[in-house]
Protein backbone atom coordinates (compact mmCIF):
# COMPACT_ATOMS: atom_id res chain seq x y z
CA UNK A 1 0.00 0.00 0.00
CA UNK A 2 1.55 3.32 -1.20
CA UNK A 3 1.15 5.93 1.21
CA UNK A 4 -0.10 9.11 -1.07
CA UNK A 5 0.11 12.46 0.33
CA UNK A 6 0.23 15.69 -1.23
CA UNK A 7 3.55 16.07 -1.27
CA UNK A 8 3.82 12.56 -3.09
CA UNK A 9 1.52 13.80 -5.12
CA UNK A 10 2.28 17.34 -6.09
CA UNK A 11 6.39 16.46 -6.11
CA UNK A 12 5.72 13.13 -8.15
CA UNK A 13 7.76 10.81 -5.42
CA UNK A 14 6.25 7.71 -4.31
CA UNK A 15 7.76 7.75 -0.63
CA UNK A 16 6.55 11.07 1.37
CA UNK A 17 10.33 11.76 2.84
CA UNK A 18 12.69 14.47 1.43
CA UNK A 19 16.21 14.93 1.94
CA UNK A 20 16.96 18.30 3.08
CA UNK A 21 19.72 20.57 1.91
CA UNK A 22 23.15 19.34 3.70
CA UNK A 23 26.24 21.28 3.08
CA UNK A 24 29.21 18.93 2.26
CA UNK A 25 26.79 16.26 1.97
CA UNK A 26 23.88 16.98 -0.57
CA UNK A 27 26.08 16.18 -4.14
CA UNK A 28 24.25 14.48 -7.11
CA UNK A 29 25.20 11.43 -5.75
CA UNK A 30 23.21 11.79 -2.35
CA UNK A 31 19.99 13.38 -4.10
CA UNK A 32 19.68 11.26 -7.53
CA UNK A 33 20.39 7.90 -4.35
CA UNK A 34 17.42 9.12 -2.57
CA UNK A 35 15.48 10.09 -5.42
CA UNK A 36 15.88 7.17 -7.24
CA UNK A 37 14.37 5.31 -3.84
CA UNK A 38 11.18 7.44 -4.06
CA UNK A 39 11.69 10.25 -1.74
CA UNK A 40 13.04 13.71 -2.83
CA UNK A 41 16.58 14.12 -2.81
CA UNK A 42 17.89 17.28 -2.46
CA UNK A 43 21.42 19.12 -4.03
CA UNK A 44 22.60 21.68 -1.65
CA UNK A 45 24.00 24.51 -3.89
CA UNK A 46 25.76 26.35 -0.98
CA UNK A 47 27.72 23.29 -0.96
CA UNK A 48 28.55 23.55 -5.05
CA UNK A 49 28.71 27.30 -5.11
CA UNK A 50 31.80 27.13 -2.49
CA UNK A 51 33.42 24.06 -3.95
CA UNK A 52 33.57 26.27 -6.98
CA UNK A 53 34.36 29.75 -6.51
CA UNK A 54 35.16 31.03 -10.20
CA UNK A 55 32.19 29.94 -11.39
CA UNK A 56 29.65 29.04 -9.46
CA UNK A 57 26.96 29.08 -11.77
CA UNK A 58 28.83 26.51 -14.05
CA UNK A 59 29.39 24.44 -11.10
CA UNK A 60 25.87 24.25 -10.18
CA UNK A 61 24.29 23.72 -13.59
CA UNK A 62 27.02 20.65 -14.02
CA UNK A 63 25.97 19.19 -10.77
CA UNK A 64 22.11 19.61 -11.42
CA UNK A 65 23.03 17.82 -15.16
CA UNK A 66 24.97 15.05 -13.26
CA UNK A 67 21.98 14.31 -11.00
CA UNK A 68 19.76 14.04 -14.10
CA UNK A 69 22.02 11.78 -15.30
CA UNK A 70 21.90 9.69 -11.93
CA UNK A 71 17.94 9.64 -11.94
CA UNK A 72 15.21 10.11 -14.09
CA UNK A 73 13.62 10.46 -10.64
CA UNK A 74 12.24 14.13 -9.69
CA UNK A 75 14.63 15.67 -7.87
CA UNK A 76 15.89 19.24 -5.55
CA UNK A 77 18.21 22.20 -5.17
CA UNK A 78 18.65 23.89 -1.74
CA UNK A 79 18.90 27.30 -1.68
CA UNK A 80 20.21 28.70 1.41
CA UNK A 81 19.88 32.28 2.11
CA UNK A 82 22.39 33.06 4.63
CA UNK A 83 24.24 36.42 4.63
CA UNK A 84 27.20 34.13 3.27
CA UNK A 85 25.90 33.84 0.10
CA UNK A 86 25.48 37.87 0.04
CA UNK A 87 28.10 37.77 -1.95
CA UNK A 88 26.55 35.40 -4.78
CA UNK A 89 24.60 36.44 -7.45
CA UNK A 90 21.39 34.75 -5.93
CA UNK A 91 19.31 35.70 -9.13
CA UNK A 92 21.82 34.24 -11.55
CA UNK A 93 21.45 30.96 -8.97
CA UNK A 94 17.53 31.25 -9.69
CA UNK A 95 17.64 31.16 -12.99
CA UNK A 96 19.91 28.70 -13.45
CA UNK A 97 17.72 26.22 -11.00
CA UNK A 98 14.58 27.12 -13.33
CA UNK A 99 16.38 26.96 -16.75
CA UNK A 100 17.41 23.53 -15.63
CA UNK A 101 14.23 21.98 -15.64
CA UNK A 102 14.11 21.92 -11.93
CA UNK A 103 11.06 20.42 -10.07
CA UNK A 104 11.30 21.70 -6.31
CA UNK A 105 13.38 24.29 -4.60
CA UNK A 106 13.74 24.05 -0.63
CA UNK A 107 14.70 27.59 0.42
CA UNK A 108 16.21 28.08 4.34
CA UNK A 109 17.94 30.25 6.05
CA UNK A 110 15.67 33.39 6.26
CA UNK A 111 12.04 34.82 4.26
CA UNK A 112 12.00 33.65 1.37
CA UNK A 113 10.10 36.67 -0.61
CA UNK A 114 13.22 37.90 -2.85
CA UNK A 115 13.07 34.59 -4.44
CA UNK A 116 9.84 32.89 -4.50
CA UNK A 117 7.75 34.84 -7.18
CA UNK A 118 10.42 34.05 -9.65
CA UNK A 119 10.65 30.45 -8.47
CA UNK A 120 6.51 30.18 -8.62
CA UNK A 121 6.16 32.13 -12.22
CA UNK A 122 8.29 29.09 -13.50
CA UNK A 123 6.09 26.59 -11.84
CA UNK A 124 8.88 25.54 -9.39
CA UNK A 125 7.72 24.25 -6.48
CA UNK A 126 8.87 26.00 -3.52
CA UNK A 127 9.16 24.40 0.65
CA UNK A 128 10.29 26.62 2.86
CA UNK A 129 12.23 25.07 5.94
CA UNK A 130 11.67 27.43 8.92
CA UNK A 131 11.85 26.75 12.97
CA UNK A 132 9.06 28.93 14.23
CA UNK A 133 5.09 28.85 13.16
CA UNK A 134 5.48 33.20 12.70
CA UNK A 135 7.77 32.19 9.71
CA UNK A 136 5.78 29.50 8.21
CA UNK A 137 2.65 31.57 8.31
CA UNK A 138 4.58 34.50 6.72
CA UNK A 139 6.09 31.73 3.96
CA UNK A 140 2.65 30.80 3.29
CA UNK A 141 1.72 34.11 2.96
CA UNK A 142 3.71 35.13 -0.07
CA UNK A 143 2.88 31.86 -1.87
CA UNK A 144 5.25 28.85 -0.91
CA UNK A 145 3.60 25.72 -1.06
CA UNK A 146 4.98 23.47 1.54
CA UNK A 147 6.91 24.41 4.92
CA UNK A 148 9.38 21.97 6.28
CA UNK A 149 8.93 22.49 9.86
CA UNK A 150 12.62 22.10 11.76
CA UNK A 151 11.98 21.57 15.55
CA UNK A 152 14.72 22.49 18.20
CA UNK A 153 15.97 18.47 17.30
CA UNK A 154 17.09 19.08 14.08
CA UNK A 155 20.78 19.19 13.02
CA UNK A 156 21.98 22.41 11.26
CA UNK A 157 20.16 25.55 12.29
CA UNK A 158 17.01 25.36 14.48
CA UNK A 159 16.37 29.03 15.69
CA UNK A 160 16.09 30.80 18.98
CA UNK A 161 13.00 29.63 20.18
CA UNK A 162 13.68 26.07 21.01
CA UNK A 163 10.53 24.74 20.53
CA UNK A 164 10.66 21.00 20.42
CA UNK A 165 8.74 19.24 17.56
CA UNK A 166 6.03 17.76 20.02
CA UNK A 167 4.55 21.42 20.15
CA UNK A 168 5.51 22.62 16.79
CA UNK A 169 4.47 19.90 14.63
CA UNK A 170 0.78 19.78 16.50
CA UNK A 171 0.52 23.48 15.87
CA UNK A 172 1.72 23.96 12.70
CA UNK A 173 -1.33 21.23 11.98
CA UNK A 174 -3.58 23.47 13.45
CA UNK A 175 -2.05 26.88 12.07
CA UNK A 176 -0.99 26.46 8.43
CA UNK A 177 -3.39 26.16 5.49
CA UNK A 178 -0.69 25.06 3.36
CA UNK A 179 0.96 21.42 3.56
CA UNK A 180 4.06 20.59 5.81
CA UNK A 181 6.34 18.24 6.07
CA UNK A 182 8.42 16.91 9.82
CA UNK A 183 11.93 17.64 9.92
CA UNK A 184 14.05 17.27 12.95
CA UNK A 185 15.00 14.22 14.50
CA UNK A 186 13.03 11.91 11.68
CA UNK A 187 14.82 8.86 11.25
CA UNK A 188 12.37 5.64 11.27
CA UNK A 189 8.90 4.37 10.03
CA UNK A 190 7.19 5.03 13.82
CA UNK A 191 7.42 8.78 13.64
CA UNK A 192 6.53 9.09 9.91
CA UNK A 193 3.44 7.53 11.52
CA UNK A 194 3.41 9.76 14.37
CA UNK A 195 4.61 13.05 11.54
CA UNK A 196 1.17 11.62 9.43
CA UNK A 197 -0.93 11.89 12.65
CA UNK A 198 0.29 15.36 13.43
CA UNK A 199 -0.51 16.44 10.01
CA UNK A 200 2.24 16.76 8.07
CA UNK A 201 2.16 15.21 4.30
CA UNK A 202 5.61 13.69 5.21
CA UNK A 203 9.04 14.13 7.19
CA UNK A 204 12.11 15.59 6.07
CA UNK A 205 15.47 13.88 7.27
CA UNK A 206 19.07 15.37 7.07
CA UNK A 207 21.30 13.40 9.42
CA UNK A 208 19.97 10.31 8.87
CA UNK A 209 20.72 9.96 5.49
CA UNK A 210 24.39 11.04 5.75
CA UNK A 211 24.05 7.00 7.67
CA UNK A 212 23.80 5.88 4.26
CA UNK A 213 25.96 3.54 1.60
CA UNK A 214 25.40 6.41 -0.97
CA UNK A 215 25.89 9.47 1.36
CA UNK A 216 28.89 10.80 -0.29
CA UNK A 217 31.20 11.15 2.83
CA UNK A 218 34.04 9.46 4.70
CA UNK A 219 33.49 5.86 6.18
CA UNK A 220 34.72 7.40 9.29
CA UNK A 221 32.22 9.86 9.54
CA UNK A 222 29.15 7.01 9.07
CA UNK A 223 30.78 4.79 11.76
CA UNK A 224 30.44 7.54 14.25
CA UNK A 225 26.82 8.22 13.18
CA UNK A 226 26.66 4.13 13.98
CA UNK A 227 28.41 4.41 17.14
CA UNK A 228 27.12 7.44 19.31
CA UNK A 229 23.54 8.32 20.80
CA UNK A 230 21.19 11.06 21.07
CA UNK A 231 22.78 12.53 23.59
CA UNK A 232 26.18 13.30 21.41
CA UNK A 233 24.96 16.65 20.00
CA UNK A 234 25.58 19.99 21.27
CA UNK A 235 24.54 23.53 20.47
CA UNK A 236 27.26 26.21 19.23
CA UNK A 237 27.17 29.82 18.11
CA UNK A 238 24.23 30.85 20.38
CA UNK A 239 25.85 33.72 21.74
CA UNK A 240 26.05 34.87 17.78
CA UNK A 241 21.98 33.97 17.73
CA UNK A 242 22.88 31.80 15.04
CA UNK A 243 22.76 28.64 17.10
CA UNK A 244 23.70 25.16 15.39
CA UNK A 245 23.07 22.04 16.42
CA UNK A 246 26.56 20.13 16.04
CA UNK A 247 27.89 16.52 16.65
CA UNK A 248 29.34 16.76 20.12
CA UNK A 249 33.32 16.82 19.95
CA UNK A 250 36.48 18.33 21.53
CA UNK A 251 36.30 20.95 19.14
CA UNK A 252 32.88 21.75 19.49
CA UNK A 253 33.09 21.75 23.12
CA UNK A 254 35.67 24.08 23.04
CA UNK A 255 33.88 26.47 20.94
CA UNK A 256 31.28 26.30 23.62
CA UNK A 257 34.21 27.32 26.21
CA UNK A 258 35.70 30.08 24.28
CA UNK A 259 31.62 31.27 23.90
CA UNK A 260 30.74 31.16 27.38
CA UNK A 261 33.79 33.49 28.45
CA UNK A 262 33.71 35.60 25.40
CA UNK A 263 30.09 35.78 23.93
CA UNK A 264 29.23 37.00 20.07
CA UNK A 265 33.26 37.28 19.46
CA UNK A 266 33.23 35.26 16.17
CA UNK A 267 36.58 35.96 15.67
CA UNK A 268 38.01 34.12 18.71
CA UNK A 269 36.59 30.87 17.45
CA UNK A 270 36.65 31.48 13.67
CA UNK A 271 39.57 28.81 13.45
CA UNK A 272 37.62 26.11 15.18
CA UNK A 273 34.45 26.65 12.65
CA UNK A 274 36.18 27.23 9.71
CA UNK A 275 33.85 25.79 7.14
CA UNK A 276 36.80 23.98 5.61
CA UNK A 277 37.80 22.08 8.55
CA UNK A 278 33.97 20.39 8.01
CA UNK A 279 34.63 19.82 4.17
CA UNK A 280 38.01 17.82 5.18
CA UNK A 281 36.58 15.72 7.85
CA UNK A 282 33.15 14.89 5.53
CA UNK A 283 35.48 14.37 2.08
CA UNK A 284 38.97 14.05 3.32
CA UNK A 285 39.83 12.63 7.01
CA UNK A 286 36.78 11.05 8.23
CA UNK A 287 37.93 12.32 11.52
CA UNK A 288 34.84 13.07 13.42
CA UNK A 289 36.56 15.52 16.05
CA UNK A 290 38.54 18.21 14.52
CA UNK A 291 36.04 20.24 13.17
CA UNK A 292 32.08 21.35 14.02
CA UNK A 293 29.96 19.72 11.80
CA UNK A 294 26.15 19.84 11.94
CA UNK A 295 24.09 16.68 13.61
CA UNK A 296 20.89 16.17 14.46
CA UNK A 297 19.41 14.15 17.56
CA UNK A 298 17.91 11.55 15.01
CA UNK A 299 21.61 10.33 15.49
CA UNK A 300 20.14 8.35 18.62
CA UNK A 301 17.87 6.56 15.73
CA UNK A 302 20.87 5.12 13.69
CA UNK A 303 21.81 2.05 14.27
CA UNK A 304 23.08 0.91 10.70
CA UNK A 305 24.40 1.98 7.06
CA UNK A 306 21.86 0.73 4.68
CA UNK A 307 21.29 1.87 1.10
CA UNK A 308 19.16 4.50 0.79
CA UNK A 309 16.34 2.16 -1.14
CA UNK A 310 16.74 -0.71 1.94
CA UNK A 311 16.53 2.68 4.20
CA UNK A 312 12.76 4.32 2.85
CA UNK A 313 11.62 0.93 2.00
CA UNK A 314 11.59 0.03 5.76
CA UNK A 315 10.32 3.36 6.91
CA UNK A 316 7.36 2.63 4.46
CA UNK A 317 6.94 -0.60 5.77
CA UNK A 318 7.02 0.32 9.66
CA UNK A 319 4.47 3.43 8.94
CA UNK A 320 1.95 1.22 7.03
CA UNK A 321 1.83 -1.68 9.68
CA UNK A 322 1.09 1.20 11.90
CA UNK A 323 -1.80 3.22 9.55
CA UNK A 324 -3.73 -0.17 8.69
CA UNK A 325 -3.26 -1.22 11.88
CA UNK A 326 -7.60 -1.34 13.54
CA UNK A 327 -7.64 1.02 15.80
CA UNK A 328 -7.16 -0.12 19.65
CA UNK A 329 -7.07 0.98 22.84
CA UNK A 330 -4.85 0.01 25.60
CA UNK A 331 -5.32 1.16 29.01
CA UNK A 332 -1.92 0.49 30.98
CA UNK A 333 -2.23 -1.86 34.25
CA UNK A 334 -3.82 0.48 37.29
C1 LIG B 1 25.48 17.77 7.89
C2 LIG B 1 24.28 18.65 7.73
C3 LIG B 1 24.37 19.78 6.93
C4 LIG B 1 23.26 20.60 6.74
N1 LIG B 1 23.35 21.66 5.88
C5 LIG B 1 22.24 22.38 5.57
C6 LIG B 1 22.28 23.40 4.58
O1 LIG B 1 23.32 23.68 3.97
N2 LIG B 1 21.13 24.07 4.31
C7 LIG B 1 19.95 23.78 4.95
O2 LIG B 1 18.93 24.38 4.65
N3 LIG B 1 19.88 22.82 5.91
C8 LIG B 1 20.99 22.11 6.22
N4 LIG B 1 20.92 21.10 7.16
C9 LIG B 1 19.61 20.80 7.81
C10 LIG B 1 18.86 19.66 7.09
O3 LIG B 1 18.44 20.03 5.81
C11 LIG B 1 17.62 19.22 7.89
O4 LIG B 1 16.75 20.31 8.04
C12 LIG B 1 17.98 18.66 9.24
O5 LIG B 1 19.08 17.81 9.11
C13 LIG B 1 16.81 17.91 9.86
O6 LIG B 1 17.17 17.36 11.10
P1 LIG B 1 17.77 15.87 11.26
O7 LIG B 1 19.24 16.03 10.96
O8 LIG B 1 17.52 15.50 12.66
O9 LIG B 1 17.10 15.00 10.27
C14 LIG B 1 22.03 20.30 7.40
C15 LIG B 1 21.97 19.17 8.24
C16 LIG B 1 23.06 18.35 8.40
C17 LIG B 1 22.94 17.15 9.30
Redesign the pocket.
Known amino acids: MPIKTVFTEKCGVTVPVL????????FAEMAAAVSNAGGLG?V?S??IIQKYPDDPITGLRNEIKKTRSLTDKPFGV?V?LLPILGKVDMPAIVQCIIDEGVKVV????RNPEPVVKKLKDAGVIVIH?CTAIRHAITAERIGCDFI?M?GF?????PGEDDVGNWVLLAKAGSKLKIPFLA?????NGKQLAACLAMGACGM???????ATKEAPIHEGIKKTLVEKDERDTTHIFRTLNNTE?VFKNETTLKVREIEAKDPGNFKAIAHLVKGDN?RVS?QETGNANDSC???????GLIEDVPTCKELLDDIVKEAEAILVKQPSFVVSKL
Open positions: QGGMHHVGITITNTETAGKSDDCGGHSGGCANMGTRFMRYFWSCGQSL
